[in-house]
């Protein structure tokens, strides 16, 4: 293992910072997610309405959202996987901080959502 010789709060917050960057292009993984649970699997459960023009079915959804997903996975881990081992977190830690960090976008242009409203 490397010995860093940067300060342990900036090796905390190079993480933080990449993963909130990250998380500006994540929401359109996270759209994707959404539109695909809340008209198929949600609106069977009856949690949810479904998209009344919505009557293609789901395997176009799934067809555009897999590899969307994939590419933005991998980017995602590849950024942080040298990234994990200049912090004192536990992997465990270090993972969870990470995709914390970067739903933090999505969830600010939900509660704006819900602000206008």
Not at 37 to 59: K, M, Y
Not at 100 to 110: E, H, I, K, N, R
């Amino acid at each position: 293992m490397k010995t860093s010789t940067a300060p342990s709060w900036l090796r905390l917050c190079l993480p933080l910072v990449v993963n909130v960057l990250l998380g500006v292009p994540a929401v359109v993984p996270a759209f994707l997610l959404w539109y695909f649970a809340s008209n198929w699997p949600l609106a069977a459960l009856g949690w949810t309405d479904r998209e009344p023009t919505e009557n293609d079915g789901a395997l176009p959804w799934v067809m555009v959202a897999t590899p969307v997903l994939t590419l933005f996975g991998l980017l995602w881990w590849l950024a942080n996987r040298p990234l994990r081992h200049s912090t004192a977190l536990t992997p465990h830690g270090y993972w969870l901080l990470s995709a914390a960090a970067t739903t933090v976008p999505t969830l600010a242009l939900v509660v704006i959502g819900w602000a206008g409203d």
